[in-house]
T-cell receptor, first 111, second 116 residues
Framework: GQQVMQIPQYQHVQEGEDFTTYCNSS?????IQWYKQRPGGHPVFLIQ?????EVKKQKRLTFQFGEAKKNSSLHITATQTTDVGTYFC???????????FGKGTKLSVIP | NAGVTQTPKFQVLKTGQSMTLQCAQD?????MSWYRQDPGMGLRLIHY???????DQGEVPNGYNVSRSTTEDFPLRLLSAAPSQTSVYFC???????????????FGPGTRLTVT
């Protein structure tokens, strides 16, 4: 079956430092979504990537989908305390009705 | 629009008790699902529905039942609660039943369940 690893599990950064989380799959993904969950909150959709090599930006957030569509990354430039939370990637297999989430990367930002 | 609503927000059960977690959405979404979230485990799919009258199992369905009699509502029933079901439960909905990974999932605020 499809296996997606999300790394790292935890990341502590000083405010102003950059942060990156990765999702790596053993098989080709049709597309991938990214979600953010603030502490005590619920997951909130950030973005979807579909095309090979796609790069999308949202202010300080940059999302990439690998050329082989087997990996994806979320990069935050100059982290702020408002970036604190857990970031999840999510995907489904071809023809599947099930959306599977990675285990998430928990980001802590030290002021 | 209220979006996705869940009740209750918190619940404590004793082992062996049963209960129903409520989920409703007012966006006319076909696809609805239930996830549980445990520390270090991410979100795991329990059951999902692609429309009224249609439900199916996800990754961790044991101990849970669902039904979908209307488009709006998707309740999750715990048949006989066990301490292993202590978790945070999220309901989610999406507008397209056929391409679940192509459309944004809208999550409810969650129900925090403790089973003693």
């Amino acid at each position: 079956g499809q296996q997606v690893m999300q790394i790292p599990q935890y990341q502590h950064v000083q405010e102003g430092e950059d942060f990156t989380t990765y999702c790596n799959s053993s098989t080709t993904l049709s597309n991938i979504q990214w979600y953010k969950q603030r502490p005590g909150g619920h997951p909130v959709f950030l973005i979807q990537l579909v095309k090979s090599g796609e790069v999308k930006k949202q202010k300080r957030l940059t999302f990439q989908f690998g050329e082989a569509k087997k990996n994806s990354s979320l990069h935050i430039t100059a982290t702020q305390t408002t970036d604190v939370g857990t970031y999840f990637c999510a995907y489904s297999g071809a023809g599947s009705y099930q959306l599977t989430f990675g285990k998430g990367t928990k980001l802590s930002v030290i002021p | 629009n209220a979006g996705v609503t869940q009740t209750p927000k918190f619940q404590v059960l004793k082992t062996g008790q049963s209960m129903t977690l409520q989920c409703a959405q007012d966006m006319n979404h076909e696809y609805m699902s239930w996830y549980r979230q445990d520390p270090g485990m991410g979100l795991r799919l329990i059951h999902y529905s692609v429309g009224a009258g249609i439900t199916d199992q996800g990754e961790v369905p044991n101990g849970y039942n669902v039904s979908r009699s209307t488009t709006e509502d998707f309740p999750l029933r715990l048949l006989s609660a066990a301490p292993s079901q202590t978790s945070v439960y999220f309901c989610a909905s999406s507008s397209d039943r056929y391409k679940v990974s192509s459309y944004e999932q809208y999550f409810g605020p969650g129900t925090r369940l403790t089973v003693t």
